[in-house]
């Protein structure tokens, strides 16, 4: 059996998700199941967008979701929630 590949919303709208609160790029990698080389390019976009802002926190940067990216955060769930309802 094939598995299905995520779609560029669904990995975006779960780094979203992982910086709700703060995220190192450590726990965006493990919680979205992501390598830290294809995180980059959604981590630069997102940034890039006003999605989400790097915040130093001494000697570590911490990514964190935006008022911005809360409101598209949401608008994904509602999204994936109604193609859900479409397959279900």
Do not use: W
């Not at 669904?10 to 965006?28: F, W």
């Not at 979701?65 to 949401?74: C, D, F, N, V, Y």
């Not at 193609?83 to 279900?88: N, R």
């Amino acid at each position: 059996m094939r598995t299905r590949r995520r779609t560029n919303d669904l990995i975006a709208s779960q780094i979203l998700k992982v910086c709700v609160n703060g995220a190192s790029k450590t726990k965006i990698v493990y919680q979205a199941n992501l390598n830290s080389v294809s995180a980059k390019p959604y981590l630069d976009k997102l940034i890039n967008n006003g999605f989400m802002e790097v915040v130093p926190e001494g000697s570590r940067v911490v990514y964190k979701t935006t008022r911005k990216g809360l409101e598209l955060k949401e608008k994904f769930r509602e999204f994936h929630s109604e193609i859900d309802k479409l397959y279900t």
